[in-house]
Each structure stands twice: as structure tokens, then as C-alpha cells.
């Protein structure tokens, strides 16, 4: 199977906002409410920021957000800050049991 | 907290095995699937499988069916991945990763695998 689809790079400046895409199809994104993102900071293990599209876990700000429609769901990081740069990925279930990452997208704050 | 305890970092040579583990510490283990992760250097995530502890009912990615296996001890609340013989494009970061509700929940800390003659 593909990897979703994310942009490889996306940049903006302190206290503006960003948003991050992730293309599937009807198999993964389009189909499942199944959609969670995660952050990397360089030689980390990756973290949840959202989960079920839209859900946020305890302990992430409320200026990340997500949100889906058709066969793409994006991730929206408000009031940019230093600390929000990272690497980010989608992730998503698909059909036949099967689970699959979207290819990254390192967030740059200028 | 959730703690995912990953064994350390391997160094081996082309055509060796292996076999890497992930002890989930939490009360609740059994209710979870670990997941397999791999991350070679300077690349995305990719989803390799996983294991449900409350059984032995076991998924892989079409990528890495064939080419690993993974495995669980219920008894000692851990999961493996495994290999019969590894080659050079094995190298990466593996991370064990606690799943349920269709994402990941927690990660382990990650096993380096450095295959190299």
C-alpha cells in the first residue's frame, strides 16, 4: 500500500498559522474516522497530538487542530512557536486491517 | 504513565538474526495491540504490524509480510520482531508503539539495528 500523501515541507512565522494536508483515498482517510497525527522532534520518538481527526489528548494546546474532508485530512498549528518546529505525520487505518503513514512534512519556523 | 521498555541497540552482520523486544509495563496491557514502527535514517515512519496481547492474532503491512515476524509473550507482557536473516536496507530506528482505537497511544524509546559487514 502508499503512503498517504503530505507536503515534504511547510513554514510559517512565529504566531501565524500553518496547515499540514494528507491525501488518501475512499480506502484509508476517506473511509475511516481514523485519522491521527503525530510530532517528531529530531532523535525522538514520535508523539500524538490528534486522534479520531479531531481530538486532541490531554496536554496538547488547544492552537492544534484537525479536521478532514473527503479523502484528505489536514492538521491546522496556530500561533506559531519555536518549539512547533518538528516533523509531522498523518497516520491513518485503511481496509483489510492494515495501517499506513503519510511521508512527513518538516515544519519550519522562521 | 505507560512505559513501553525497548532491549538496546544491535549491531549485526548481513545474513544474522535478531530479534528485538518491547515489555509494556502498563496494568492494562492486555487490552492493547504493540505495533511495529521502523524509521531508517533521515526517512519518514513506516507501519511494519502488530500483536494483540489478549490473543495471538497478528497483522503486517503488505511491505513487511514475509520479511519479519512478529510475536508476543503474554506471560511476560512483551512483544518481539524478528528476523531470519538481515540484510544492509534493514537499518533503521525500530519503535514499538502501543495501538487501540486505531492509533497509536504511546511509543516505546526505539531499537537502533545496524546491520553492516
Known amino acids: 500500500q502508499s503512503a498517504l500523501t503530505q507536503p515534504p515541507s511547510a513554514s510559517g512565522s512565529p504566531g501565524q498559522s500553518v496547515t499540514i494536508s494528507c491525501t488518501g483515498t475512499?480506502?484509508?482517510?476517506?473511509?475511516?474516522?481514523?485519522v491521527s497525527w503525530y510530532q517528531q522532534h529530531p532523535g525522538k520518538a514520535p508523539k500524538l497530538i490528534i486522534y479520531e481527526v479531531t481530538k486532541r489528548p490531554s496536554g496538547v494546546p488547544d492552537r492544534v487542530s484537525g479536521s478532514k474532508s473527503g479523502n484528505t485530512a489536514s492538521l491546522t498549528v496556530s500561533g506559531l512557536q519555536a518549539e512547533d518546529e518538528a516533523e509531522y505525520y498523518c497516520?491513518?487505518?485503511?481496509?483489510?486491517?492494515?495501517?499506513?503513514f503519510g511521508g512527513g512534512t518538516k515544519l519550519t519556523v522562521l | 504513565e505507560v512505559q513501553l521498555e525497548q532491549s538496546g541497540a544491535e549491531v549485526k552482520k548481513p545474513g544474522e538474526s535478531l530479534r528485538i523486544s518491547c515489555k509494556d509495563s502498563?496494568?492494562?496491557?492486555?487490552?492493547?495491540?504493540i505495533g511495529w514502527v521502523r524509521q531508517v535514517p533521515g526517512k519518514g515512519l513506516e507501519w511494519m504490524g502488530l500483536t494483540y496481547f489478549g490473543g495471538s492474532d497478528t497483522r503486517y503491512s503488505p511491505s513487511f509480510q514475509g520479511q519479519v515476524t512478529i510475536s508476543n509473550d503474554k506471560s511476560i507482557s512483551t512483544a518481539f520482531l524478528q528476523w531470519s536473516s538481515l540484510k544492509a536496507s534493514d537499518t533503521a530506528m525500530y519503535y514499538c508503539?502501543?495501538?487501540?482505537?486505531?492509533?497509536?497511544?504511546?511509543w516505546g524509546q526505539g531499537t537502533l539495528v545496524t546491520v553492516s559487514s
Open positions: 475512499t480506502s484509508d482517510v476517506g473511509g475511516y474516522n481514523a
Open positions: 502498563g496494568h492494562d496491557f492486555a487490552k492493547f495491540w
Open positions: 497516520f491513518s487505518y485503511t481496509v483489510n486491517d492494515n495501517w499506513v
Open positions: 508503539a502501543r495501538q487501540k482505537d486505531f492509533y497509536i497511544h504511546s
